[in-house]
């Protein structure tokens, strides 16, 4: 694919980003804010499970850092938005344009949405809803954007996006919010780097799954589209997060290179002093995670932005960070708080062993099993990937998972345990997909079977009716929202079944299922499976 290379100069219009929006379809509630940060407004927001006021993370953000053939030194990242901004609103554009306020909001549609489309918008009197109509597929080129900027399917078979002959967004999962930015607008006045001059295309996206894993994760797909001039080499995409597992301040960290997987848990075994926030007995731990990158550094820091241990001030203590070194150039090493002048047993990854059976480096055994641990407290952590080159109009795309696991039966420890199988469930899942960059294979066709299924009433109170016009349902099972089978219609293994007939219709008693929302999982005679929501009143 090529891009116009433009200058590095600053654009003109650069008005701060304004706008948030949130992620709600599964049991996760995730605030984004179209200047970078995530999850955080004048608080925690990441809230899991959601409604319970309980949050994991503070804030989280994406960070670059690169060199040029001068070895000049390129930096973009954010955390809070509270001292600057290095991301603005739009892609890469001339000095005429105002894409800072033109993009300064998020598209969000979702896969009911879609599959309506492809199956109606021939129909007569089919009215496309707006979040299809107003896909930003195409840049305005008059203004030096990109011609094709968020990804969609051409039913029409033109080289334009016409929703009206049928193309839809190609998103992922059930539902998904998609946004654009650059860091190239202004100067960089959180990291205070110099631009690197990318336009970065970003999806978030959950699915309305009823297993727990799903349940509980929310995805990230970040495409990165070098717009500038350069040729960056030895860079790093890094990802920040401020873990806060209910009550900030008394936290551990740690990570699983086999996993690519970085994480927070709680230092003790209940969370906080009786804080609403906080998650008291059995705390959970929450992870973050690449899934088409290897991990080559966990690196932690402390909530202090004077010690060398603590927050960083400038471009270059960002991008050692990135490489797992800290503030003043010592490097990462092996043991204790990771911190050691002497030391030369150097590390690229932050306490990686295991914390339940207490091997290998982790904070509550950082000197082996037995030793004193670590003092809990408020932890932050940046994951990366690299080194890799990025010439001039490249684009690298980055995957990232954030799984949770909360452990009801056993403590602070075994909810790490649950969350690494947990993320090795998410990265199977994820490799099942087949993910092109920031979307589905092209030419891949919508899920005609979860299309043709039908249930209704819903909301539904006493009876709840199922319907198929083409596929034969061998099997048919209820969940609740935490992945908790309700109860099941018929064995899939059985092979005979009176719901094996299609163009049928199909009653099933609910009454004993309290109010809340359920997922129906559907099972066809040639093992196609689909999942609808369902809402119960009473």
Same mark, same amino acid.
């Given at each position: 694919m090529l891009f116009s290379i433009l200058p590095l100069a600053a654009q003109a219009q650069c008005?701060?980003?304004?706008?948030?929006?949130?992620? $709600?379809?599964?049991?996760?509630?995730?605030?984004?804010k179209t200047n970078g940060s995530h999850f955080f407004y004048e608080n925690a927001e990441f809230e899991v499970p959601k409604g319970s006021g309980k949050t994991t993370m503070f804030a989280a953000s994406l960070w670059l850092g690169a060199k040029d053939a001068q070895d000049n030194l390129h930096v973009a990242a954010m955390r809070y938005g509270q001292k600057g901004?290095?991301?603005?609103?739009?892609?890469?554009?001339?000095?005429? &344009?105002d894409a800072g306020t033109y993009y300064d909001k998020f598209f969000r549609v979702t896969k009911e949405?879609?599959?309506k489309h492809i199956a109606g918008f021939e129909a007569p009197f089919y009215i496309t809803p707006s979040s299809i109509l107003n896909w930003p597929a195409h840049g305005r080129t008059e203004h030096g954007e990109s011609a094709n900027l968020a990804p969609y399917v051409s039913v029409s078979g033109k080289d334009t996006y016409t929703p009206l002959e049928g193309d839809y967004p190609l998103i992922r999962g059930d539902e998904a919010i998609f946004w654009i930015s650059n860091d190239k607008c202004d100067s960089h006045t959180e990291s205070k780097g110099e631009p690197l001059g990318v336009e970065i295309l970003s999806m978030a996206y959950a699915y309305n799954n009823p297993d727990y894993e799903m349940q509980h994760t929310i995805f990230l797909s970040y495409q990165i589209r070098n717009k500038s001039a350069n040729q960056y080499k030895d860079l790093y995409v890094g990802f920040f997060a401020d873990f806060d597992i209910g009550y900030g301040y008394d936290d551990y960290i740690g990570c699983d290179p086999a996993l690519n997987l970085a994480y927070g848990y709680n230092g003790r075994e209940i969370d906080g002093m009786g804080q609403p926030w906080a998650y008291d007995e059995y705390p959970p731990a929450q992870g973050t995670m690449f899934l088409n990158q290897k991990m080559s550094a966990f690196m932690?820091?402390?909530? &202090?932005?004077?010690?060398v241990t603590g927050d960083p001030n400038n471009a270059n203590e960002h991008y050692n960070y990135l490489r797992a070194i800290w503030k003043d150039g010592i490097l990462l090493t092996h043991g204790g708080d990771g911190y050691n002048t002497t030391s030369t047993n150097y590390t690229n990854f932050a306490f990686s062993g295991d914390p339940a059976s $207490?091997?290998?480096?982790?904070?509550?055994?950082?000197?082996?099993?037995?030793?004193?641990?670590?003092?809990p407290g408020d932890r932050r952590g940046i994951m990366s990937a690299g080194p890799f080159t990025l010439n001039a109009g490249e684009t690298i795309c980055v995957d990232i998972a954030?799984?949770?696991?909360?452990?009801?039966?056993?403590?602070?420890? &075994? &909810?790490?345990?649950?969350?690494?199988?947990?993320?090795?469930a998410i990265q199977q899942f994820y490799d099942n997909q087949n993910y092109e960059c920031l979307g589905a294979n092209s030419g891949v066709t919508p899920d005609i079977f979860a299309s043709d299924i039908t249930i209704f009433p819903n909301p539904a109170n006493n009876k709840l009716y199922i319907q198929s016009s083409k596929f034969k349902i061998q099997s048919i099972d209820i969940y609740d929202i935490y992945g908790r089978k309700q109860f099941s219609i018929l064995n899939r293994s059985s092979g005979r079944s009176k719901l094996s007939e299609a163009n049928s219709q199909f009653s099933i008693d609910i009454l004993h299922l309290q109010s809340g929302i359920y997922f129906v999982k559907l099972f066809s005679e040639d093992n196609k499976v689909a999942t609808k929501r369902l809402v119960v009143v009473r």
């Open positions: 008005p701060p980003p304004s706008k948030n929006t949130e992620l $709600k379809t599964n049991n996760i509630r995730a605030p984004f901004i290095d991301f603005w609103a739009g892609p890469v554009s001339n000095e005429d &344009s949405e879609i599959d932690y820091f402390n909530n &202090s932005p004077y010690t $207490k091997t290998g480096w982790t904070e509550n055994a950082p000197d082996g099993d037995g030793s004193e641990p670590n003092v954030l799984p949770f696991a909360q452990d009801l039966d056993g403590d602070n420890l &075994s &909810s790490v345990t649950l969350l690494k199988q947990n993320a090795q």
